[in-house]
């Protein structure tokens, strides 16, 4: 069974800093576009970042360009999410998904019914 598994979310003061972490047991993120995702209470699901899986390209919403930076690391079968300068409307459950396949990730990467595995989530609150 196919199980994403998300961590390192908190409590964080407006500019801080958090690493989210995504992970997962018995199959191989490397043969996978992960995205991650955030949804605010009263929110929509939004897109927030991609990672190709053949060449690693990345690709970000205009709200955290500049500010949130995606990698992975094959070798410890992980994708992270680095947040900094994080602000109030940072806050929300982050999700992390993937889409089975080899290549960039889609032109519209940010729809979230590309993805067919998605995690449980991990809730970010960015406050003083």
């Known amino acids: 069974q196919v199980q994403l598994v998300e961590s390192g979310g908190g409590l964080v003061q407006p500019g801080g800093s958090l690493r989210l972490s995504c992970s997962a047991s018995a199959f191989t993120l490397a043969y996978f576009r992960i995205g991650w995702f955030r949804q605010a209470p009263g929110k929509e699901r939004e897109g927030v970042s991609c990672?190709?899986?053949?060449?690693?390209?990345?690709y970000y919403a205009d709200s955290v360009k500049g500010l949130f930076t995606i990698s992975r690391d094959n070798a410890k079968n992980t994708v992270y999410l680095q947040m900094n300068s994080l602000k109030p409307d940072d806050t929300a459950v982050y999700y992390c998904?993937?889409?089975?396949?080899?290549?960039?990730?889609?032109?519209?990467?940010?729809?979230?019914?590309?993805?067919?595995?998605w995690g449980q989530g991990t809730q970010v609150t960015v406050s003083s």
């Open positions: 990672i190709s899986s053949s060449d690693g390209s990345t």
């Open positions: 998904a993937g889409d089975h396949g080899w290549g960039r990730c889609r032109p519209n990467w940010g729809t979230a019914n590309l993805y067919d595995y």
